[in-house]
């Protein structure tokens, strides 16, 4: 089992920046891929970006490219989101995951807000 806890969301005009944690603790994440997804009420959770074991490689939605940046400290069992030049519809709640598999991820985390006000 792998726990999950995000860290770091909050309120910010449009323009600013946040950056999101993730700590993960039980079985460790070094070797599984590690994600952010994010969901706002009355639509479906979407992938925001991903980053592969050791950081070999890194995915990000069409809607976040050059602007939020993903990377992981896999010694402090880690993964982060840099967020930039943050936009309203940003706005969501933010979840981590780990564990990619054909099916989806197996491991989530609670999630934490992210507010963009115009």
């Known amino acids: 089992q792998v726990q999950l806890v995000e860290s770091g969301g909050g309120l910010v005009q449009a323009g600013g920046s946040l950056r999101l944690s993730c700590a993960a603790s039980?079985?460790?994440?070094?070797?599984?891929?590690m994600g952010w997804f994010r969901q706002v009420p009355g639509k479906e959770r979407e992938f925001v970006a991903a980053?592969?074991?050791?950081?070999?490689?890194?995915y990000n939605a069409d809607s976040v490219k050059g602007r939020f940046i993903i990377s992981r400290d896999d010694a402090k069992n880690t993964v982060y989101l840099q967020m930039n030049s943050l936009r309203p519809e940003d706005t969501a709640v933010y979840y981590c995951?780990?564990?990619?598999?054909?099916?989806?991820?197996?491991?989530w985390g609670q999630g934490t807000q992210v507010t963009v006000s115009s």
């Open positions: 995951a780990v564990g990619r598999t054909a099916t989806g991820y197996l491991y």
């Open positions: 039980g079985r460790t994440s070094s070797f599984y891929t």
């Open positions: 980053v592969t074991p050791s950081g070999g490689s890194t």
